[in-house]
């Protein structure tokens, strides 16, 4: 059995990487830490980076990477996937295989928080970084074909637990730590990125973010809401660039070692305690879903 420590990254492969970079930067509020002509690494704190942006032609996310426990190393997680009978690739930086439905898992080494990063965000000293900053990388949710085949892929293969579910097979909430959720899983019959999340930190937060997010032209399809399943309060932005929407979010409940799987009725109140349902496109990624939200929020603000 492997274990896990959080999640650490997620690497995007993306047509411009300059335009992207400064999306990361001017929009969301990253920093570049590492950059060379292919590539660019980028943080949200103190961390070395919690996203890269690679050039090349296939858009969309490339994988998920997640640190190990620091009991485990990468031999340990090569044994681990060779037990398993998972096809993997090891490098010195990484074990890198793919899940039931295609999607990238990296497991990486464990990071000690070292200097400014063992300290409380509001305990650092820096002067680089902007303010504005997001707390974390939270989760990665995926749109999928077989929910039970991912959930048993990610406890016994990845090494996550399940933390609830969503009906009997409407979804799965997959966790590491303390946060509700680091992966989750909504059957709706076609595998596709969804959403990577970021925690903003308290709710004040929320206007000033979506706000400047607004005035970079960004859509909103969804929020904010208060979802019934984790508790978080909740915002979309639309980013076609990375073919998936970036969910921007405060107050994920938290679990402990005791805690039990729930089954949350598949309900409007699971999804929404306040706050409207999500439009159709909000699980479409084509040209014309993206159009129409568009098109639809010029409607109501031109």
């Not at 039970?148 to 966790?175: E, H, I, K, S, W």
């Not at 959403?195 to 973010?209: M, R």
């Given at each position: 059995?492997?274990?896990?420590?959080?999640i650490?990254?997620?690497?995007?492969?993306?047509h411009?990487?300059?335009?992207?970079?400064h999306?990361?930067?001017?929009?969301?509020g990253?920093?570049?830490?590492?950059?060379?002509p292919d590539?660019?690494?980028?943080?949200?704190?103190y961390?070395?980076?919690?996203v890269?942006?690679?050039?090349?032609n296939d858009?969309?996310?490339?994988?998920?990477a997640y640190?190990?426990?620091?009991?485990f190393t990468?031999?340990?997680?090569?044994?681990?996937?060779?037990e398993?009978?998972?096809?993997?690739t090891r490098?010195d930086?990484?074990?890198?295989?793919?899940?039931?439905?295609?999607?990238g898992?990296a497991?990486?080494?464990?990071?000690?928080?070292?200097g400014?990063?063992?300290y409380?965000?509001?305990?650092?000293?820096?002067?680089?970084?902007?303010?504005?900053r997001?707390?974390?990388?939270?989760?990665?949710n995926?749109?999928?074909?077989?929910?039970?085949?991912m959930?048993d892929f990610?406890?016994n293969?990845v090494?996550?637990q399940?933390?609830?579910r969503?009906?009997?097979?409407?979804?799965a909430?997959?966790r590491?730590?303390?946060?509700h959720?680091?992966?989750a899983?909504?059957?709706?019959?076609q595998s596709?990125?969804?959403?990577v999340a970021?925690?903003l930190g308290?709710?004040?937060?929320?206007p000033a973010t979506?706000d400047?997010?607004?005035?970079h032209?960004?859509?909103f399809?969804?929020?904010p809401?208060r979802?019934g399943?984790?508790?978080?309060?909740a915002?979309?932005?639309?980013?076609?660039?990375?073919d998936c929407f970036m969910e921007l979010?405060?107050d994920?409940?938290q679990?402990?070692?005791l805690?039990?799987p729930?089954?949350?009725?598949d309900?409007?109140?699971?999804s929404?305690?306040?706050?409207m349902?999500?439009?159709?496109?909000?699980?479409r990624?084509?040209?014309?879903s993206?159009?129409?939200e568009r098109?639809?929020h010029?409607?109501?603000?031109?």
């Amino acid at each position: 059995m492997i274990k896990l420590y959080d999640i650490d990254h997620v690497k995007f492969g993306v047509h411009d990487l300059d335009a992207s970079q400064h999306a990361w930067e001017a929009e969301f509020g990253l920093h570049a830490t590492e950059k060379n002509p292919d590539e660019v690494k980028l943080a949200i704190n103190y961390e070395p980076y919690s996203v890269v942006i690679e050039k090349s032609n296939d858009r969309g996310i490339q994988y998920t990477a997640y640190n190990l426990h620091p009991d485990f190393t990468l031999d340990d997680a090569e044994k681990h996937l060779k037990e398993m009978g998972v096809d993997y690739t090891r490098t010195d930086d990484a074990v890198d295989f793919t899940d039931p439905e295609g999607h990238g898992v990296a497991f990486v080494p464990y990071r000690p928080r070292t200097g400014q990063d063992v300290y409380p965000l509001a305990s650092r000293h820096t002067d680089t970084l902007r303010p504005g900053r997001y707390r974390k990388l939270g989760h990665v949710n995926y749109l999928v074909k077989d929910v039970d085949t991912m959930v048993d892929f990610y406890v016994n293969v990845v090494g996550q637990q399940l933390a609830d579910r969503l009906g009997t097979n409407a979804g799965a909430f997959m966790r590491v730590g303390a946060d509700h959720h680091v992966n989750a899983f909504v059957n709706t019959g076609q595998s596709h990125l969804h959403h990577v999340a970021f925690d903003l930190g308290d709710w004040g937060a929320i206007p000033a973010t979506f706000d400047h997010l607004a005035q970079h032209g960004r859509v909103f399809p969804w929020g904010p809401v208060r979802h019934g399943i984790g508790g978080n309060m909740a915002g979309y932005v639309r980013t076609p660039e990375f073919d998936c929407f970036m969910e921007l979010y405060v107050d994920m409940e938290q679990l402990d070692d005791l805690h039990v799987p729930r089954e949350f009725p598949d309900d409007r109140h699971s999804s929404s305690v306040w706050g409207m349902l999500p439009p159709r496109s909000y699980f479409r990624f084509d040209d014309e879903s993206i159009a129409q939200e568009r098109e639809s929020h010029r409607g109501i603000y031109d």
